[in-house]
């Protein structure tokens, strides 16, 4: 288990530094603004936030290589989503696309979905796309773009990060109350995406 921590945390350093490498003529206070500007995105939106504790408990529960694959596929598809977001590119659906991840994940983790891996990375793939744009569009414009994703990768990190603790956690204790708990937060989740998708909140 701690093997595949490390895995994930390698993986977040992996590709915050190839967001720096992107533009690395940026100076140093428009890097460490766009930083605190990208860090801060994920945290601002309850859909971003659910969707990425959801894919950390997702990849609990199928345990073994999805532990550090399922992290990681979000992170360097929503690198990528958010790298064409920043260039003006219209994409069709996003705020849909966004919702319908909170519905699935939440979905999935409230029926503790042991889908194939390949099947999770897809999935996880696929709404990284969403995520991701929706996260490049929204730059600020002094924003430097390396600072920018970097700061939204690492939080991303720390999100999938506290979904796996809450996973392990009702692991590790066994109790069929805590894995109730569990299947009713998901289910909250996929609640709160129909909202968001309805245009409640």
Same mark, same amino acid.
């Given at each position: ?34 930083? &605190? ?11 971003? &936030?659910?969707?990425? /504790? ?53 979905? /999935? ?14 999935? /996880? ?38 979904? &796996? ?13 805590? /894995? ?22």
């Amino acid at each position: 288990m701690e093997q595949h921590m490390k895995k994930l945390v390698a993986s977040i350093l992996a590709l915050a530094a190839m967001a720096t490498a992107a533009e690395a003529h940026v100076g140093p206070a428009g890097h460490v603004h766009g930083f &605190m500007d990208g860090f801060l995105h994920p945290f601002t939106g309850l859909d971003h &936030m659910l969707a990425m /504790v959801a894919v950390g408990a997702f990849a609990v529960i199928l345990g073994g290589r999805a532990l550090w694959a399922l992290p990681a596929t979000f992170m360097t598809v929503m690198l990528a989503g958010g790298l064409v977001g920043m260039t003006g590119f219209a994409l069709p659906a996003v705020e849909t696309g966004i919702a319908a991840s909170v519905i699935v994940l939440g979905t /999935v983790v409230a029926l503790q979905w042991k889908a194939p891996l390949r099947v999770a990375t897809a999935l /996880v793939g696929l709404f990284g796309i969403f995520h991701g744009f929706a996260h490049g569009a929204e730059m600020p414009a002094e924003a430097a773009a390396a600072g920018f994703a970097s700061g939204f990768l690492i939080a991303t990190g720390i999100l999938h990060a506290i979904g &796996m603790s809450l996973g392990l956690a009702v692991a590790k204790l066994s109790h069929p109350l805590m /894995v109730r708990v569990m299947k009713i937060g998901g289910t909250i989740c996929a609640a709160t995406g129909i909202g968001l998708l309805a245009g409640w909140f």
